[in-house]
């Protein structure tokens, strides 16, 4: 019986199980899935207390790429009032996703039989035909195939010349920790490093607990992300940038489109949105060097524009900026003082060029993930690096892949026996963390390991 081996929970993991379920196997296949979480939890985003909102609205958030409306329809039939444009609860879409996953099993029994180890996966070693994976506490798993669906890894900590800040209990670097804002008392002085959003799902939690200290962010350009509100359609302009592979022809041909919608009275969103279609084919197009141009003086621009907030948050994020409970800035840190009660932030401002002081109970780093695997520190993924049996992309923003998921290894040959999929391959299609794309890379990579 051939065994594979899924490392992950999340979402990614989770929309792949449902599809090794759904798509018929020629032979029986037994799987081990390994998570060190709660069966009940499903990855960072989903676990919290928090009701904090999905980013896409429900009629696009279904399972299955054949039914994009299936959660619309799921709420549907669970009395829960939701309509076109709404944006619902993440919890309420973990239990839709687990309902989901149970419903694919049903009947499959006998054909996938499914092994949940909860653990932590710690390294690969190769044998001559089988991968075995090495696990903190329980015994190792020999398998034929192995999964890397890994999620998101920590934000990096700020390089500074003084990182004494990075032991003190009050810098906090995993803002993704469900029990996050229950070790906050109300009046407590917070910072966040990052303007996105996670900085504005952390806000958005705090408003709903009637927090009342004072809430301060910065970035490098202060750049808050934008609503999600119903757009015109604006037609594609693809044909106008087919073809090309300079980041800067690409963006003056947007550009040129983002002014004209501007005269239209369109609302830019709608001029980068009717490029989304197309989004993986211009990635992917790019040589290495104007991918990293792309990252460094374009990315976040795009970001604000392409990765929007629900307006419920938005509101929230206004309100509190209008009540001067919330600060955002502009600026680079240069030095954290932890050893003072509340920490002394330093840091350059960008529009007067003098440094200036902050000071905050909490530190808190909503810088997002850390995407570059050659600087993560611990875990699975510094021991695969370190053993080159897998490899950053060449813009360094997950593992080298093809976009299907076959890791490739170090001559460049795809693996036929490690696989990834979901944020991990950023780098290779750009589009891998939401689930419209997510689901059509799980259903691609189940019929590619059913099929090996």
């Not at 994009?68 to 076109?84: D, I, M, S, T, Y």
């Amino acid at each position: 019986m051939r065994h594979i081996v899924v490392i992950g929970a999340g979402l990614s993991g989770t929309l792949l199980m449902i599809n090794l379920f759904r798509q018929n196997s020629s032979v029986p296949i037994r799987i081990s899935w390994i998570d060190r979480n709660d069966e009940k939890e499903m990855g960072p985003a989903y676990s919290t207390n928090e009701d904090y909102l999905l980013n896409v609205p429900v009629e696009m958030m279904g399972a299955y790429s054949e039914n994009p409306a299936h959660f619309l329809q799921w709420c549907g039939e669970k009395k829960v009032p939701a309509r076109n444009g709404d944006y619902m609860p993440r919890k309420l879409y973990r239990n839709y996703i687990q309902e989901a996953l149970k419903e694919a099993r049903h009947g499959k029994e006998h054909q996938v039989q499914v092994e949940r180890i909860r653990d932590e996966a710690i390294d690969l070693i190769p044998g001559e035909t089988k991968l075995k994976v090495c696990l903190g506490n329980s015994r190792d798993v020999v398998a034929d195939q192995v999964v890397l669906a890994l999620g998101n890894s920590l934000p990096s900590n700020p390089a500074l010349q003084d990182n004494e800040y990075i032991q003190s209990r009050h810098y906090i670097r995993n803002p993704w920790d469900p029990q996050l804002l229950d070790r906050f008392h109300q009046e407590e002085d917070l910072f966040f490093i990052g303007s996105g959003q996670t900085m504005t799902d952390l806000v958005n939690g705090l408003y709903m607990r009637s927090h009342r200290g004072r809430l301060t962010a910065i970035s490098r350009r202060g750049i808050l992300p934008m609503e999600q509100m119903k757009a015109d359609h604006y037609p594609s302009y693809y044909g106008e940038i087919r073809g090309r592979s300079d980041i800067l022809s690409i963006f003056q041909v947007v550009h040129h489109h983002l002014r004209d919608a501007e005269k239209l009275g369109i609302d830019p969103r709608a001029v980068i949105d009717s490029l989304r279609p197309h989004t993986i084919d211009i990635w992917m197009s790019l040589p290495p060097e104007e991918k990293r141009r792309f990252l460094r003086h374009l990315f976040r621009y795009w970001e604000i524009i392409r990765s929007r907030i629900p307006p419920e948050n938005g509101e929230i994020i206004r309100k509190s900026i209008e009540s001067g409970q919330l600060r955002i800035l502009k600026g680079r840190i240069t030095r954290i003082d932890a050893g003072k009660d509340p920490m002394e932030i330093e840091y350059l401002d960008r529009e007067t060029k003098k440094m200036r002081k902050e000071k905050a109970h909490y530190l808190i780093n909503c810088k997002g993930p850390n995407l570059d695997y050659d600087t993560i520190e611990t875990g699975l993924i510094k021991n695969l690096i370190a053993k080159k049996i897998i490899q950053c992309d060449q813009a360094h923003l997950g593992i080298n892949a093809l976009p299907g998921g076959a890791v490739l290894e170090p001559g460049g040959r795809p693996s036929n026996r490690l696989y990834t999929i979901g944020p991990t391959l950023k780098g290779i299609v750009w589009e891998s963390i939401a689930t419209p794309e997510i689901r059509v890379l799980a259903e691609n990579l189940a019929g590619e390991l059913l099929r090996a």
